[in-house]
């Protein structure tokens, strides 16, 4: 079993920039695509990025292409999210995920082993 634990979320100004990081146990980091989901406050859990097992296929959502990037240290079973120019509707609750598939993927049921999460609030 995979445990994930986030950090790096916080509150920045409109603007801003934050970076997420996911460090996961685990022996098998290094074959599984990572993925990052959030969750706001009264709406579903949402695909953010994901990335390949070799780090060489990164998938965003159509919101987080050009500001979000996604990147993976496999040796220290880190993944991150780097986020910049950050809007008040980023606002939530972010979470990594390890992929249940050998290929990156969008789709949430194609992920498990979810972390508890780091909340960044992005303010106007």
């Known amino acids: 079993q995979v445990q994930l634990i986030e950090s790096g979320g916080g509150l920045v100004q409109a603007g801003g920039s934050l970076r997420l990081s996911c460090v996961a146990s685990g022996r098998t980091f290094s074959v599984y695509p990572m993925g990052w989901f959030r969750q706001a406050p009264g709406k579903e859990r949402e695909f953010v990025a994901t990335?390949?097992?070799?780090?060489?296929?990164?998938l965003y959502t159509d919101s987080g292409k050009g500001r979000f990037t996604i990147s993976r240290d496999n040796a220290k079973t880190t993944v991150y999210l780097q986020m910049n120019s950050l809007k008040p509707e980023d606002t939530a609750i972010y979470c990594c995920?390890?992929?249940?598939?050998?290929?990156?993927?969008?789709?949430?049921?194609?992920?498990?082993?979810w972390g508890q999460g780091t909340q960044v609030t992005v303010s106007s």
């Open positions: 995920a390890v992929g249940r598939k050998v290929f990156a993927t969008r789709s949430i049921p194609d992920f498990g082993s």
């Open positions: 990335i390949s097992a070799s780090g060489g296929i990164t």
